[in-house]
């Protein structure tokens, strides 16, 4: 059984059960669809007809023209983290509960104070250690290790960017779309990506020191000099030498 697009969704609106459905992924970012794009879409039951409906069985029906995700609006308000981007830029198609859903997937682009502060600083210690290795590696004439690190170190990076700002990351797909139409503030988007690209490509010591050159002084003026000032003398591998030119994002 191969299920369209056009006529489920029919099938869906008709059903009772249904308190919304959303569409997400590549269908769901203007500009990014391709002609292998197919349809990304989030069922959401009512809590207490989940089992009545016979959508339920579908959950996680895959082709290659349309992907479903079958749950119950409780659930829906509960998603694994790595699902927080793509229901955040999601679009709704149906929301049978006054706004409920939409209200839902709006609030996924918005992570809660304190859970913020508390990933910029898990997050802050790891990118600090990824780049602390990274330059200790080609120091020491490891420069595969050096390199490995590097690009290990720009996950943690980007993860922490984007908590800054209370946001969840983007996919690495959409990460220059997002970057593109919601900048982070006080960078530049293109020079950002340039240098994570740059980064990510050669495993260079002076492009990652001029990075985190930016990025401690955006971790101190949120609150997180504890976390940095923990490594010591360590901190001074990690910043930029005197005599290097500046490398960083402006």
């Known amino acids: 059984m191969t299920l369209d697009f056009a006529a489920f969704v029919a ?23 391709t002609p292998h794009s197919d349809h990304d879409l989030y069922v959401i039951l009512d809590d207490d007809d989940d089992a009545a409906s016979e959508l339920a069985a579908l959950d996680g029906y895959r082709s290659a023209r349309l992907d479903l995700v079958v749950t119950t609006l409780e659930r829906f308000r509960r998603p694994a ?53 990274s330059v200790k590696n080609h120091r020491d004439g490891n420069p595969l290790a050096g390199h490995l690190d590097a690009a290990a170190g720009v996950g943690f990076l980007l993860d922490l960017l984007f908590a800054l700002d209370r946001r969840p990351r983007p996919y690495n797909k959409y990460l220059a779309w ?23 490509a050669t495993g260079e010591v002076a492009p990652q020191q001029g990075l985190f050159a930016r990025v401690e002084a955006a971790a101190r003026a949120a609150g997180h000099a504890a976390v940095l000032d923990a490594w010591g003398e360590d901190l001074r591998l990690m910043r930029p030498h005197p005599d290097s030119p500046a490398h960083q994002p402006s």
């Open 81 to 133: 983290d790595w699902e927080r981007y793509a229901i955040a830029r999601s679009r709704v198609l149906v929301d049978r509960r006054d706004g409920e859903v939409t209200r839902i997937v709006a609030a996924m682009g918005r992570l809660g104070a304190e859970d913020a502060f508390r990933s910029v600083a898990a997050l802050l210690d790891a990118y600090a250690n990824s780049l602390y290795r």
């Open 11 to 33: 099938e869906a609106t008709a059903d009772p059960a249904v308190a919304g459905l959303i569409l997400k992924g590549s269908r769901a970012h203007d500009g990014m669809t």
């Open 178 to 200: 997002e970057l593109d139409r919601f900048p982070l503030p006080g960078w530049d988007s293109a020079a950002l990506l340039d240098i994570v690209a740059r980064i990510t």
